[in-house]
């Protein structure tokens, strides 16, 4: 990892891109786009940045996973039911991208 994302303040959750194995640094702005992602990190990757969003007091996020068959928003879906920081989750507006999105809303509190 480079030195200019290690010191990034508005960037708090690193992982593995699926096509290279480079670390990425993902903004912590309440909004996760999985496309770049493979499957098999979903799950990690979700636990990370919904914690760290909760962490910036974030509480409410989108998650972009794609409209397709729904393959990657059944497994986010059923991921996010059984959360443990997570409240509640529906399908995204239009405008915030539809059957191709999903809104969480987080759990305050310290334990979410």
Not at 37 to 64: G, M, N, Q
Not at 81 to 108: F, N, P, Y
Request: with cysteine; aromatic share 4%.
């Amino acid at each position: 990892m480079t030195e200019e994302r290690e010191n990034r303040e508005d960037c708090d959750v690193t992982t593995e891109d699926a096509g290279n194995q480079e670390p990425v640094v993902l903004p912590i702005d309440g909004v996760l786009d999985l496309h770049t992602f493979s499957p098999r990190e979903v799950r990690d990757l979700l636990d990370d940045y919904l914690a760290a969003c909760l962490e910036k007091d974030i509480l409410d996020v989108r998650i972009i996973h794609g409209k397709g068959k729904g393959i990657l928003r059944d497994r986010v879906r059923a991921i996010l039911a059984k959360h443990r920081l997570v409240e509640s989750w529906l399908e995204a507006r239009l405008d915030a991208g539809g059957w191709g999105a999903t809104i969480v809303r987080l759990r305050q509190g310290p334990n979410g």
